[in-house]
């Protein structure tokens, strides 16, 4: 069994930050990819920024330069700090990790959700 949980989100001024944290547990035997999205109401969802197991990092370009994601593999844990943030980013944010769960001689690749938090910037 795998879960990933989220913490973080919450109401902010425009112009403010929050930091977003993801983390996984259960039978894990490595993380993969490391992925934020987002869903705002009346939108599909889209992929804000993603990190890779080697620590490659991509942003959608309404964030760069405002939103820096980063992991810590030995909390197994994705963050998403959040600065300069603007009305329009206000919505449901999600992490997504890609997870081999089980151990050395048997494991599974899957893709985990988090139950997804708030973010609201108003102006």
């Known amino acids: 069994q795998v879960q990933v949980v989220e913490s973080g989100g919450g109401l902010v001024q425009a112009g403010g930050s929050l930091r977003l944290s993801c983390a996984a547990s259960?039978?894990?035997?490595?993380?993969?990819?490391m992925d934020w999205y987002r869903q705002a109401p009346g939108k599909q969802r889209e992929l804000v920024a993603g990190?890779?197991?080697?620590?490659?990092?991509k942003y959608a370009d309404s964030v760069k330069g405002r939103f820096t994601i980063s992991r810590d593999n030995a909390k197994k844990t994705v963050y998403l700090q959040m600065n300069s943030l603007k009305p329009e980013d206000t919505a449901v944010y999600y992490c997504?990790?890609?997870?081999?769960?089980?151990?050395?001689?048997?494991?599974?690749?899957?893709?985990?959700w988090g139950q997804g938090t708030q973010v609201t910037v108003s102006s």
């Open positions: 259960g039978s894990i035997f490595s993380i993969n990819a």
């Open positions: 990190i890779t197991s080697g620590g490659s990092t």
């Open positions: 997504n990790f890609s997870i081999d769960s089980g151990n050395y001689y048997y494991r599974e690749r899957g893709d985990y």
